[in-house]
């Protein structure tokens, strides 16, 4: 088959991408005969190209951790992915609005926002009027198992239920399963997004952990009950192990304080969930009697969420035959507790250290696991991250770094537009769709304009967007900022601003606005803590390492590659064609 592999930048134009395919029906049967035969040769590596591929996402592992702390590494995880493998040390984000979201749809499909449609973990639904997310279901679906009736809700806006149905873009999953009909995919994390949106529309399983019970769930989307490897893994109350101990320092003989250049208190972190507090040790918990819902949210931002996930993990292969039946199969993985850890405590901190410590250690764990289960040299396993994050703005690691709350924003801008246009003062509820700083500080950095009310006063849309675009400019934390108009219209050097917000543009989803901020500054609703989110390099920078059948030991590679390629990478695995909206190619 043919491919045309489409450069990045020559996506800059579109604001969506359609793709037909012609498939004759007689080329079943070849294909299940071909899914009996032994692997192909890797004409690469000259290594049979093995049966598993495994995604490993480490949720806001900035691509800087793994050369800055490389020395505090062992021999099994990391760097053994550098020495037997390859590693891309210069991976950038090309795209604007790095969250988690739109981080693992991109990572699965190969396609920026522009493409899959997530173009952050929430957005305005102008039809509907409100916040949605991007995993939440557009019709009613369950969780499985249901969670406590009293429990509450989780926060993360997916309580009744879960899907990709938001999703627009193929992932590799899902061409898998349109390639290899005995070809398996699972899908694991803690988040509920990062399990949706890297399994695709078809995954043979997907599950996430729920706070509110302390078991991992799928949703009626998918099944009506949890396979029985899972039934028995939540039988065992995975997360309950952590009560009566501590989060102690991974490594008591290393100093913290000199490779961080940070104290344990530093100026700008927060305090953890069920009082797990500022400093080390960290208690699991300290008030409740029995576990509940905040001591399941300590867990998640430990070690312990990551630890529990590797175990499912483990138990998903064993009990999934994933490597080692007839068909290739795909395992998603995302680590979810780095991100949360970072969120509280910041990239200099002696949390985030130790969390990437450890995580090296469940690296080497898994790469262990993988070689006896399925067999070395039998598997490729491809590592990555979906965003990095800003340093803590009370450290000063920037000189423009600020943290202002988003209220900040829109009330001076509000009454700018009132000066601008000559209106009588109104509140914001005349220019934007929503005034509830919750909404706001969610669907940031897109502004949201209210068409109907800008419209009814015999306004154009577009000319109160430019006024937004030019007043958001001149502010003093803000970079730059583009119209929607612009991102439609307008071309853009590679890499720049404009890019990147180009790429994260689609039409129907997106605002009015997008701004740019300065480097180093948060704009937020949080007290402390830090974010990402922004086009800035210390959120655009990102790992990616690979190892395995599929895989040359090439080491080191400083040339500048872009976070796409992984798709095609995972594709390259199992021997078919990326996913249809991928825009790069393997690299290797």
Known sequence: MLRLAVPIFALMGC???????????????????????????DPVTGKPAGKLVVLVVFDQMRGDYLAKWAEHFGPAGFERLKKEGVWYSDVQIPYACTSTGPGHASLATGAPPALTGIIENEWWDRKAAKRVYCCQPTRPFDLVPPPPADAGKTGRGADTGFSPERLLAETVGDKLKGTQGGGRVVSLSIKDRTAVLMGGQKPDAAYCFDTRDGLFHTGTYYRDQVHPWVAEFNGSKPADRWFDVKWERFRSDLDYAKVTGNPDDARGEGVGFNGQGQVFPHAYNSKLPTPAKPYYEAVECSPAG??????????????????????????????????????????????????????????????????????????????SADHGVCPMPEQKKIDTARRLPITEVYAPLSVALDAAFKTTPGGPTQWFETTDPRDLDRVWPWVYLNHTAIKARGLKVQEVAATVRDWLTQEAYIETAFTSTQLETEMFPPDSFGSKAKLAYQPERCGDVIAIPRPGVLITGYANGTNHGSPQPYDTHVPVLAIGATVPALGKQAERKSSLIVAPMLAKGLGIDPPAKAVEKAPY
Not at 314 to 323: H, N, Q, S, T
Request: net charge negative; glycine share 6%; hydrophobic share 45%.
């Open 306 to 383: 990551n630890e529990m996930l590797l175990e499912l993990v483990k138990k998903a292969v064993v009990a999934e035959k994933l490597g080692q039946g007839e068909s290739r199969d795909l395992l998603c993985v995302s680590f979810s507790s780095n991100d949360l850890i970072g969120h509280i405590y910041g990239p200099d901190s002696w949390e985030v250290l130790d969390i990437t410590l450890r995580a090296d250690k469940v690296v080497a764990d898994l790469l262990t696991f993988l070689d006896t289960t399925v067999g070395k040299d039998k598997y490729t396993l491809v590592l």
């Open 15 to 41: 604001v969506g991408l359609i793709a037909g395919w012609v498939i004759n029906q007689n080329v079943q049967p070849i294909v299940a005969v071909l899914d009996q035969q032994d692997p192909p040769v």
